[in-house]
């Protein structure tokens, strides 16, 4: 018996052992891919703070040269008007979530644990 032999005969000793594990396998768990309900807090104020970050980004973009699409400045633009898209895209599916409950923790319980 050679070394090649040995090494096919623990490969299929463990995929056969794999299978068998996987029969008696619980179900994943797919709940991490279901979109909440509620929103947390310091989400609606995270989305702002992205639409004043790429607002003060455009509005310095604009001191540069912009005559041409090769300008230096084309770059921070598309950049800025990239993210206050985001910022208003997650602003406005937060702010269609219903708000957090009563008694639950603020934002300063997820920043520091």
């Known amino acids: ?3 090649s032999e040995t090494v096919s005969g623990n490969a299929a000793d463990a995929e ?3 299978n068998i ?3 008696h396998a619980a179900p994943k768990d797919l709940s991490a891919f279901v979109p909440e309900v509620t929103r947390k807090p310091g989400e ?3 989305a702002v703070l992205g639409i004043i970050f790429g ?3 455009y509005y310095f973009a604009l001191d540069m ?9 084309v ?9 206050m898209l985001c910022g208003i895209t997650v602003f406005i599916k937060d702010s269609k979530k219903a708000r957090p ?3 639950s923790p603020g934002v300063w319980h997820y920043l520091m644990p």
């Open 1 to 3: 018996m050679d070394s």
């Open 16 to 18: 056969r052992k794999v």
């Open 21 to 23: 594990d996987d029969k």
């Open 44 to 46: 609606l104020g995270f």
């Open 55 to 57: 607002a003060l980004g």
């Open 65 to 73: 040269t912009s005559d041409s699409y090769s300008a230096p400045s």
């Open 75 to 83: 770059f921070p633009k598309l950049a800025s008007t990239l993210i």
């Open 101 to 103: 409950e009563q008694g």
